[in-house]
């Protein structure tokens, strides 16, 4: 690669600094802010609501078979207090899948949205064992 001698470069072209740069560099309690809630927009588009999961899982009859709480203690049902919201997440939609035709569960997986299946994750994730 050839390289241009400094002498010759001159200086640096001065850039203007955008306007929407200007005006958060002077509201520094807003910038701060945004940037808050980017750092948790992670946790915000995961998380479900865990209130309205316990309401689902009453409206949706899961605690008839996985019992109040998701403390099953039937052994034809699985536990699902305590379990990880990602493991539940991703069983639901394997259900949805119907990748197996006949499993019990497809059928009540079915009406479920993605924000159901987040709120239910969270409501039974957050249940003692
Ligand atoms: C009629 C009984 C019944 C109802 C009602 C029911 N389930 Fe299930 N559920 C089962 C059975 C049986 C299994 C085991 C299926 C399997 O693993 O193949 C299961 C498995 C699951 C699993 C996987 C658990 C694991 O450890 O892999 C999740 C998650 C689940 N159900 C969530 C729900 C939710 C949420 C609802 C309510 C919307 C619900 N279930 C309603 C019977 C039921």
Same mark, same amino acid.
């Given at each position: 690669?050839? !390289? ?13 600094? %955008? ?5 958060? =560099? ?13 750092? /948790? ?22 605690? !008839? ?6 403390? %099953? =203690? ?45 709120? /239910?994750?969270?409501?039974? %994730?957050?249940?003692? /064992?």
């Amino acid at each position: 690669m050839r !390289t241009i001698p400094l002498e010759v470069r001159g200086p640096a072209p001065k850039m203007a600094p %955008s306007e929407t740069a200007t005006e958060l =560099n002077r509201m520094p309690s807003i910038r701060a802010f945004a940037l808050a809630g980017l750092a /948790l927009l992670p946790y915000v588009a995961f998380a479900g609501d865990s209130e309205r999961g316990r309401d689902l899982a009453w409206q949706y009859r899961c605690m !008839t078979c996985h019992g109040v709480d998701g403390r %099953s =203690n039937d052994p034809r049902y699985p536990r699902l207090a305590g379990q990880k919201p990602a493991y539940i997440i991703e069983r639901l939609a394997y259900f949805q899948a119907e990748i197996e035709p006949f499993n019990e569960m497809n059928g009540h997986a079915r009406p479920l949205t993605e924000d159901m299946k987040r709120d /239910l994750a969270a409501y039974f %994730s957050g249940q003692r /064992l």
